[in-house]
């Protein structure tokens, strides 16, 4: 066979015609074409990872632009006891489930929560773990920016201590003991805010603040008006105090 | 890449495409589904293709030879579906030499086939061919000869055949 024969032999080889919708099938492709991505996918290893270097960056970047703010970590990270306290959740039906459990303390009227466990809930956890971190980090950090200091709000602390817990507007109910703490009850009651989606008349807070751990608020009860009735719908326990004995230069 | 200039792309080019497809794999769903692929590859956001480096027709093609390669590497030899098998008034031993043909192109080794494919059916210069299969002119050249040779000696009976009953 010469190599004449063999391009007539070839040539009898035929291709059938495509199909006519291939035409439409590729136009389709061309509006259903995958958008370019600015940024690669993350999970949540990624989104973490990002936020932390994020928080960084921004310690990074205000040290080196305003040195003044940045300080000795704040006196807040010094506790003198840390409470564990256990939070629940109250549904509608009456059934109840455990939130978590959390690990904090009092400085100058404000709750520093050192840990937060939700056993239920990894999504939650994870969040209420950044957040904790992040607040702990700035406080070591930037204090002054998060958490300023001043003779103004110490004079108050020190008024609202002595007054055994009691700031303007409050209502006493009573005083308790409460794990060997003496402590005040506070009750407050107010006006669900104007949203859609409340479904409740009003709310009811009631707090045991114990004015030898900074107004801690060894108990506390939630709970919402409707119909003319209270229903629980959140309370906190405080099950253990345990002291640090560092540092008590933050109570008056 | 607006939607008229790559419809008029698809236009210019799919044809030679679809064929070397086919004649790949020896398949229309599968030949079409590569057509498609390959210019789907042209939308990706990462597609490599550079416009300054390679023509378009040489990247097309070498699209069209990865995908294909790898749908007859998953799967068994291909089954040539006949261009006129289902014409009733075709002639019987005109589909049988298609056929016969078919089959020894597509039992070439891989090299062999894309070669002759791309430089008999295609019309394409050897330095195309050996841009798309990113190997040497001289290497092309060498699998287009074995590859000749090879099909010389398996369809030399066929041709043989009716110059012996006369």
Same mark, same amino acid.
């Given at each position: 066979m010469n190599d004449i024969e063999l391009d007539e032999?070839?040539?009898?080889?035929?291709?059938?015609?495509?199909?006519?919708?291939?035409?439409?099938?590729?136009?389709?492709? %061309? %509006? *259903?074409?995958?958008?370019?991505?600015?940024?690669?996918?993350?999970?949540?290893?990624?989104? %973490?990872? !990002?936020?932390?270097?994020?928080?960084?960056?921004?310690?990074?970047?205000?040290?080196?632009?305003?040195?003044?703010?940045?300080?000795?970590? *704040?006196?807040?990270?010094?506790?003198?006891?840390?409470?564990?306290?256990?939070?629940?959740?109250?549904?509608?039906?009456?059934?109840?489930?455990?939130?978590?459990?959390?690990?904090?303390?009092?400085?100058? !009227?404000?709750? +520093?929560?050192?840990?937060?466990?939700?056993? &239920? &809930?990894?999504?939650?956890?994870?969040?209420?773990?950044?957040?904790?971190?992040?607040?702990?980090?700035?406080?070591?950090?930037?204090?002054?920016?998060?958490?300023?200091?001043?003779?103004?709000?110490?004079?108050?602390?020190?008024?609202?201590?002595?007054?055994?817990?009691?700031?303007?507007? &409050?209502?006493?109910?009573?005083?308790e003991k409460v794990l060997t703490h003496e402590t005040t009850v506070i009750q407050n009651t107010g006006m669900p805010r104007a949203r859609l989606g409340d479904g409740y008349d009003g709310w009811r807070w009631t707090g045991w603040l114990a004015p030898d751990l900074g107004c801690f608020p060894l108990r506390t009860r939630n709970e919402e008006l409707v119909s003319g009735v209270y229903r629980l719908t959140k309370e906190r326990d405080t099950v253990g105090v345990m002291a640090r004995g560092s540092d008590t230069s933050i109570y008056p | 890449m607006n939607r008229d200039e790559y419809l008029q792309l698809f236009d210019e080019h799919h044809l030679p495409l679809y064929r070397f497809a086919y004649r790949m794999t020896g398949s229309v769903a599968d030949a079409e589904d590569i057509v498609q692929e390959c210019f789907l590859e042209l939308l990706r956001p990462g597609c490599s293709y550079d416009a300054k480096r390679t023509p378009i027709r040489t990247y097309l093609f070498g699209v069209v030879r990865n995908q294909s390669l790898k749908r007859v590497g998953q799967g068994a030899l291909p089954v040539v579906e006949s261009a006129t098998a289902h014409t009733p008034e075709c002639d019987v031993l005109r589909t049988e030499l298609e056929r016969t043909v078919a089959l020894a192109v597509t039992q070439l080794?891989?090299?062999?086939?894309?070669?002759? +494919?791309?430089?008999?059916?295609?019309?394409?210069?050897?330095?195309? +061919?050996?841009?798309?299969?990113?190997?040497?002119?001289?290497?092309?050249?060498?699998?287009?000869?074995?590859?000749?040779?090879?099909?010389?000696?398996?369809?030399?009976?066929?041709?043989? !055949?009716?110059?012996?009953?006369?």
């Open positions: 032999m070839l040539n009898q080889w035929a291709v059938p015609p495509a199909g006519a919708e291939l035409r439409e099938r590729v136009q389709a492709g %061309f %509006f *259903s074409r995958p958008k370019r991505r600015w940024f690669p996918p993350v999970g949540w290893k990624g989104l %973490f990872a !990002g936020v932390a270097t994020a928080a960084v960056l921004f310690l990074v970047v205000t040290a080196a632009a305003f040195p003044s703010v940045l300080s000795s970590p *704040s006196p807040a990270l010094r506790p003198p006891y840390v409470a564990m306290s256990n939070v629940t959740e109250y549904a509608k039906d009456g059934s109840s489930r455990l939130e978590s459990t959390v690990y904090s303390y009092s400085y100058k !009227g404000n709750e +520093i929560v050192r840990m937060e466990m939700d056993p &239920d &809930d990894r999504i939650h956890q994870a969040i209420i773990n950044i957040h904790a971190s992040m607040h702990l980090l700035l406080l070591r950090f930037v204090p002054n920016v998060v958490m300023p200091e001043s003779s103004a709000r110490d004079a108050w602390f020190s008024a609202y201590v002595k007054s055994g817990c009691v700031d303007k507007g &409050d209502v006493v109910i009573g005083h | 080794p891989e090299g062999q086939k894309e070669a002759l +494919i791309l430089a008999h059916y295609e019309q394409m210069p050897l330095a195309e +061919i050996a841009r798309v299969m990113e190997i040497e002119v001289t290497a092309v050249k060498s699998r287009l000869q074995r590859a000749r040779a090879h099909l010389k000696e398996t369809l030399a009976a066929y041709v043989a !055949g009716p110059e012996r009953k006369r």
